[in-house]
């Protein structure tokens, strides 16, 4: 369970990007009342305005169908850039390493899932490298993916926020 005096946009935006949980819903409805004002709060409290009067169990059948089993969006920023080549793999392993030296554990996800990359772009100030001329280009390809999908998906609010995240910390 993340800490509701720990979270900031990026760690909030990463929270929804995870298999929804009772917890986790709570969490980032009270979380989003402690963002400051901006684009990343304003398409947080969007997404749990769209989701509000949805069951538990359809809130996770959308996450499923949208993330997950056959996904409409896959979240993981290397297989949009690279696919499955070996770029990949020196992407992962680099940016593994940093989530490393900063205390951030990909908790089951590959280091290249928006999850860890969000919380990895918490807990630094220096993002490597690699991921500077990438992360915003594939959130926005996930954007678009999942735009032309299915344009009423709640989870556009969440990779619009992320992709707001990022921006603000790619700069």
Do not use: C
């Amino acid at each position: 369970m993340v800490s509701i005096a720990t979270l900031d946009a990026p760690t909030l935006v990463a929270l929804a990007l995870r298999y929804p949980t009772p917890d986790g819903l709570v969490t980032l409805a009270t979380g989003v009342e402690a963002l400051p004002r901006g684009g990343a709060e304003r398409e947080m409290r969007r997404f749990l305005k769209s989701i509000d009067r949805m069951t538990y169990e359809d809130l996770e059948v959308l996450y499923t169908s949208t993330f997950d089993l056959s996904p409409v969006v896959a979240p993981y920023v290397g297989h949009l850039v690279w696919a499955d080549s070996y770029e990949r793999g020196g992407f992962m392993a680099k940016l593994q390493g940093a989530m490393h030296s900063v205390g951030v554990h990909p908790n089951g996800e590959l280091p290249d899932h928006l999850d860890p990359i969000l919380r990895y772009l918490a807990a630094t100030d220096e993002p490597i490298d690699e991921l500077k001329p990438v992360l915003v280009p594939a959130i926005t390809k996930m954007e678009k993916t999942l735009k032309k999908a299915d344009s009423k998906n709640p989870y556009l609010h969440v990779l619009t926020a992320a992709r707001i995240v990022a921006e603000e910390r790619m700069r």
